[in-house]
């Protein structure tokens, strides 16, 4: 049978694929679970009717792909974008179930949305949108059934419209979406949860490289200039860091001295994000021109001699081979994505390519499903909190967050060292990507064969 191209959910499949032979080696019958878990257990395509404040019919497409839950309910964002497909929705969701498998929460793996822009609509249109489009998932997802969450073009707003569209189709107030806001069921640290994430993630790297070390001093660059990369930003900033670069989609800000990005700066720029305005309105705006160069329609990763850690932060396959090799030339020690594949295959093989061979001089890779994988699990924090009509404290969900991420990167690492192929030079570290890769895949290849999804 001759399927359409997805490009992006091949790029994905083959990620995974790459890094499997060593389990396959040793236990091939794993082959058959690949096979099955590759096909969503279910699509769901639909159109969406909106008017907008012209009082003009607008339809876009939506999107649910529910592709596997085996360990828990569907678990996994909505995308509000110009460029949603089928494709990048699955390939977002083959993703979500292994990200979701390495939390060690009951969630299973899922994604959608809609090729709707909401960049440039009013609120009300935005509002008018979201119950449109929730008037016909509420079909289709539940608390103990599908639980989506936001993405790029879906914040606080739009899950809280959806929030409410839900609950008057279905009359019902239960836990169906998480990032929902404070007053009606959302979590403390959600908004902080994926940049948050990825910084305590790298932490734990950055312990375990052949010298071992902390943040301090560290020159840091981040892409995009969201949710993630503000509050990586943050964090890396106040572990003492130094935030020399973010981006957007028009192009790269990035700071002249090493002291980089003040947290004031960070604060700006997400005044300026919630207006929906681009990083050009900011070095435009008060005395901050001399400190920042501005490089319009570039990423950070070649602009700058001497990186430490980069953290892709943005979108997908925003890291070429090209740019790679600009990383490694700029002395970086560690990449680690706060975006879906983040990385082109050509970018991993060069990161890969450079900690076997260079050594405690190379790059040491760690791809999103692990590095960014705290904001599925504070969701997952959030359906347990809803579940229990509890809210905890910013302190609690906090600590079970940095657990979380310190047995995601736990189990990454020991699976990779049990899988390092054994003729590798003593002291090679191990491979992140296939140790997240493998761990997350047998996690759920276990349970759908106890299921009875292959045998």
């Not at 969503?40 to 009082?55: H, K, L, N, S, T």
Request: charged letters at 20%; glycine letters at 12%.
């Amino acid at each position: 049978m001759v399927l359409a191209p997805e490009p992006e959910f091949e790029q994905a499949l083959n990620e995974i694929a790459s890094t499997l032979g060593p389990l396959f080696d040793k236990k091939p019958e794993y082959k058959k679970a690949l096979a099955v878990s590759q096909i969503p257990e279910r699509v769901v395509q639909f159109r969406v009717v909106w008017e907008d404040d012209a009082g003009n019919m607008q339809v876009n497409r939506g999107y649910r792909v529910q592709f596997n839950s085996a360990l828990g309910p569907y678990k996994g964002g909505l995308r509000f974008h110009p460029s949603v497909n089928l494709s990048i929705l699955k390939f977002l969701g083959f993703e979500q179930i292994f990200k979701n498998a390495l939390t060690g929460l009951m969630m299973g793996g899922g994604k959608g949305g809609a090729d709707f822009d909401p960049k440039g609509k009013s609120d009300n249109e935005i509002r008018k949108f979201c119950y449109a489009f929730m008037q016909e998932l509420s079909r289709h997802i539940g608390a103990d059934t599908d639980v989506p969450a936001g993405d790029i073009g879906v914040g606080g707003r739009e899950v809280a419209y959806m929030f409410g569209a839900y609950k008057k189709a279905r009359n019902e107030f239960v836990g169906v979406l998480t990032g929902k806001g404070m007053s009606f069921g959302g979590s403390n640290i959600r908004p902080e949860a994926t940049g948050y994430g990825l910084v305590y993630y790298v932490g734990h790297m950055l312990s375990q490289l052949p010298t071992p070390t902390d943040y301090t001093g560290k020159r840091v660059l981040i892409s995009g200039s969201g949710n993630v990369a503000q509050y990586a930003a943050l964090k890396v900033i106040e572990l003492g860091g130094s935030v020399l670069s973010l981006s957007d989609s028009k192009g790269a800000l990035i700071a002249k001295d090493a002291k980089g990005f003040t947290v004031d700066d960070i604060s700006a720029i997400a005044n300026i994000k919630l207006d929906r305005k681009y990083l050009v309105d900011f070095v435009q705006s008060g005395n901050v021109a001399e400190r920042f160069d501005y490089h319009e329609g570039a990423r950070p990763w070649t602009l700058v001699d001497k990186v430490d850690i980069a953290l892709p932060s943005a979108t997908q396959n925003e890291v070429s081979k090209e740019e790679a090799e600009a990383l490694v030339a700029a002395g970086c020690k560690i990449v680690a994505e706060g975006s879906n594949m983040g990385s082109t295959q050509e970018a991993i093989d060069v990161f890969e390519a450079s900690r076997v061979k260079s050594g405690a001089n190379g790059i040491w890779y760690a791809p999103g499903k692990a590095a960014n994988c705290g904001g599925v699990a504070v969701s997952g924090l959030e359906m347990a909190q809803n579940s229990q009509r509890l809210q905890w404290t910013s302190q609690e969900v906090d600590e079970k967050l940095k657990g979380i991420m310190k047995n995601c990167y736990e189990i990454c690492y020991n699976t990779g060292k049990e899988y390092t192929p054994s003729n590798t030079a003593e002291g090679t570290l191990p491979s992140l990507v296939m140790g997240a890769n493998i761990a997350g895949f047998m996690k759920v290849a276990d349970a759908m064969k106890a299921q009875g999804s292959w045998w």
